[in-house]
């Protein structure tokens, strides 16, 4: 194992006082540390899968491959030690990198693990953050909070989450638990091949990476267009992770070269800059749909999160080993972001030649579905009926060969919003999010539907976890979140809001400022947004606005007609 390095999670464990037991006693401590070691630590190490990698007298480092077994064989040992043992132990447990060297072993792993063990109490296990947040709910609910410890040569402090034994009294700062979400942002992968074309792809395999870590349950993923941001920046992952608001980052690289292509993953931890663990997959270029779904399940397993039967299917089944259908349909998704009839036609032209390249590719059809309510929507097709029509079938044909699909559940719940079938679509998109709560857009189009049904509280609500989810949102997701604070009645914020996006989307917000005036009796700054509105929109008339919302309230629709009659918008 010379000059080994990997990631390792570490415990440390010594015997309390160990150097004043022996001054009293010295046999019948050396005894009771060998009946220690027979009968406890090295069962109970066997048992958890670990390996005694440094035997130190009174104490001992191992190496485990799994966060969980090693804490489980903390909490296994520490139990046992208190009523088996009249030696009392400390112990603590760290996620870092362990080096072999020769007959020596050094590195993050060995070092802060002991630090944490020196600071453990009696009986006690302490544990570094980064292992906490990689335990499951039941595990990670045993510890506490105990506060903020700088520890030598370790760059910054470290949060720190203690077990004591039944009948002591822990350090309580704040019972800890995992029922807040782990936030996951993945940067955009670096193309590392010689031919600058390759951007394309690697851009590519991180959506796709970007999709499947969002099926897996008790994670978010922050969107791609909030962390594409960081595209071609050389970027610090804890600043990462203050301005997306995220736990983890995963970040890697791509590179192609012939037929077989190259992918490396490190996952994060955001805080403390800490790697959780680091992996490379080699491929041949048409096995590189699998990458995705090994990465998911693997973050998955280090994350302890469980996975069912129905889950597992969910990183199957949708996808694609034609590399040129994959490459149109990516195509087709990128043209498709632009709302113009020109963008849409392209989007359209290249969706269907995925389709043609593999009639079982799942996704082309959610993709070309949302084109079609793209041009309902704004009118570039004759036949606006047609065009939901084709929504709807494009997203039955995506279930029939993918029925874990959440995008499909979107698309119809599109078609139905722009059709008028709020309701429908409230239980459409509802559906979505259940398979996928990780899709930013369609939380910000359920919102705009909840609040023309007249739920404008819960529209609100489901605006931030948008925003939550995008933190680099696009414009439009200010004035959603403005129409639900309109609606319910929250002036000033709602103001803040649309502000915000016209200034984010010049043009945009100014028709609502006027009703919010109007209806707070402030007539000259609603004539003045007024003007704005025609400066921008000079065939605006109230007629045609009126066609394109989706209120159930008729009463609603016709007061918010009269703020903008009063505020001198043409009829």
């Not at 415990?11 to 406890?40: C, F, P, W």
């Not at 870092?96 to 600071?119: C, K, M, P, T, Y």
């Amino acid at each position: 194992m010379n000059g080994d390095r990997r990631l390792s999670a570490v415990l440390s464990a010594d015997v309390v006082n160990y150097s004043g037991q022996i001054k009293a006693d010295e046999n019948r401590t050396l005894s009771e540390l060998r009946v220690l070691r027979r009968e406890l630590f090295d069962p109970l190490v066997s048992d958890h899968r670990g390996n005694v990698v440094k035997r130190m007298g009174d104490g001992w480092i191992v190496e485990f491959n799994s966060v969980s077994d090693a804490v489980r064989c903390a909490l296994d040992l520490q139990s046992q030690v208190s009523t088996r043992s009249s030696l009392k132990l400390r112990v603590g447990v760290h996620l870092g990198d362990v080096v072999f060297d020769e007959d020596d072993i050094f590195g993050d792993g060995i070092n802060l693990s002991a630090r944490l063990q020196e600071a453990s109490n009696e009986g006690a296990v302490l544990i570094s953050d980064v292992v906490h947040r990689s335990l499951d709910e039941r595990l990670a609910e045993q510890f506490y909070r105990a506060g903020e410890r700088q520890f030598k040569n370790a760059p910054s402090p470290m949060e720190v989450f203690q077990w004591s034994p039944p009948g002591s009294a822990p350090p309580r700062v704040t019972p800890a638990s995992h029922t807040k979400s782990l936030l996951i942002g993945v940067l955009p992968f670096d193309n590392l091949s010689s031919d600058p074309d390759q951007e394309f792809f690697a851009d590519g395999i991180t959506e796709e990476i970007i999709t499947t870590l969002s099926k897996l349950p008790n994670l978010m993923i922050v969107a791609r267009n909030s962390t594409f941001v960081y595209k071609g920046r050389s970027v610090d992952v804890k600043q990462v992770g203050l301005e997306q608001g995220v736990d983890l980052v995963l970040e890697g690289s791509v590179r192609q070269s012939g037929n077989r292509v190259r992918i490396t993953a490190q996952l994060i931890d955001a805080k403390s800059g800490m790697h959780i663990w680091a992996d490379r997959y080699d491929r041949l270029i048409e096995d590189v749909f699998e990458v995705q779904d090994e990465l998911a399940l693997r973050i998955a397993t280090e994350l302890q999160v469980e996975l069912l039967a129905g889950e597992m299917a969910r990183f199957r089944g949708s996808g694609t080993k034609n590399l040129s259908a994959w490459t149109a349909q990516l195509k087709a998704v990128e043209a498709s972001r632009r709302i113009t009839r020109e963008a849409q036609a392209n989007a359209r032209r290249f969706a269907q030649q995925a389709i043609a390249l593999d009639p079982g590719y799942s996704a082309p059809y959610c993709t070309l579905g949302f084109i079609c309510t793209v041009e309902a929507r704004h009118g570039f097709v004759a036949d606006r009926r047609a065009a939901l029509a084709e929504a709807r079938d494009c997203a039955q044909r995506a279930l029939e060969i993918d029925s874990y699909n959440p995008e499909a559940h979107a698309i119809a719940g599109f078609a139905d919003a722009i059709d008028g079938k709020l309701v429908s679509a409230i239980e459409k998109f509802n559906k979505a999010l259940a398979l996928n709560p990780n899709h930013a857009d369609v939380a910000a189009r359920l919102s705009i539907t909840l609040a023309f049904n007249g739920q404008a509280n819960e529209a609100i609500q489901v605006a931030q976890q948008a925003i939550t989810l995008n933190p680099h949102y696009p414009g439009w997701y200010a004035g959603v979140l403005g129409l639900a604070l309109r609606l319910d009645g929250q002036y000033e914020e709602a103001t803040k809001a649309f502000i915000e996006y016209g200034q984010r989307v010049e043009g945009f917000g100014h028709l609502d400022l006027v009703i919010i005036y109007v209806e707070t009796e402030n007539l000259e700054a609603a004539r003045d947004e007024a003007r704005n509105v025609i400066r921008y929109r000079p065939r605006f008339s109230i007629s045609d606005w009126a066609k394109t919302q989706l209120f159930s309230d008729r009463e609603r629709l016709e007061k918010d007609c009269a703020s903008l009659r009063l505020a001198g918008l043409p009829e």
